[in-house]
């Protein structure tokens, strides 16, 4: 059984920093891309950062230089480092995952959100 599980979230006053973690497991397939959206109240969820492979790197413009994704093949975890929040980051931040297996068949795995809340 698939399962991607998010750790990290919470509150955090403006400026501050927080780190979040996403470990998947029972993914039997190889793993090509690691990912963080969000959704904020009311709004579509957006792409935040996402990786492939060792270190392709893709950011939302609204992150750039404050956020970084970084992955652990090893233990099948992706992190996300946030600094310098504002109160425009309050989201729940979504894990995503997906993989290729032998046939090429793709598959997409969400996790179930955390929440950031940025708020003095």
């Known amino acids: 059984q698939v399962q991607l599980v998010e750790s990290g979230g919470g509150l955090v006053q403006p400026g501050g920093s927080l780190r979040l973690a996403c470990l998947a497991s029972g993914i039997t397939s190889v793993i090509y891309g690691m990912g963080w959206y969000r959704q904020a109240p009311g709004k579509q969820r957006e792409l935040v950062a996402r990786v492939e492979g060792a270190d392709n790197t893709k950011y939302a413009d609204s992150v750039k230089g404050r956020f970084t994704i970084s992955r652990d093949n090893a233990k099948k975890t992706v992190y996300l480092q946030m600094s310098s929040l504002t109160p425009e980051d309050t989201a729940v931040y979504y894990c995503?995952?997906?993989?290729?297996?032998?046939?090429?068949?793709?598959?997409?795995?969400w996790g179930q959100g955390t929440q950031v809340t940025v708020s003095s």
């Open positions: 995503n995952v997906e993989s290729i297996d032998s046939s090429f068949r793709t598959y997409e795995y």
